[in-house]
């Protein structure tokens, strides 16, 4: 999403992990992405849980990020929050299980899980 006046720290794997910000019609923002230059994709990633602008962040020890003040819409914020960074993993047709159709890989993405049969229900997983 594009975004402004994020904070962005680069992970010890070399990607680079984009929290918070701004967004011109969407106001302030509690959305975070994760920039593999390797691939050249984006990844969402956890939220965090108050939107922040201009907020300051860094790596703590145990791997999490100390994300601290900002702005958002009520004012400037004189908190800071504990963010954990786990990276979304994409479900899979097979993890599913017997899915059809199109269904959420829960990483706010879509899979084509081939074409359903009479009686199967698209995106949903049937019994046995």
Not at 17 to 45: C, I, K, M, N, Y
Not at 52 to 65: F, K
Not at 74 to 86: H, Q, R
């Amino acid at each position: 999403m594009p975004r402004e006046h994020h904070a962005a720290l680069v992970t010890g794997e070399g990607a680079v992990l984009v929290v918070g910000g701004e967004h011109s019609t969407r106001g302030t923002l509690a959305s975070a992405e994760q920039f593999d230059p390797a691939r050249g994709t984006w990844t969402q990633a956890p939220t965090l849980h108050e939107p922040r602008g201009e907020a300051g962040a860094l790596w703590l020890r145990q791997g999490t990020v100390l994300v601290v003040g900002g702005v958002n819409e009520l004012g400037t914020l004189a908190t800071s929050e504990e963010y954990v960074p786990a990276t979304c993993v994409p479900m899979t047709c097979e993890a599913r299980g017997p899915a059809c159709g199109v269904a959420p890989d829960g990483c706010g993405a879509t899979l084509d899980c081939g074409p359903c049969v009479a009686g199967a229900l698209p995106g949903v997983e049937q019994g046995p």
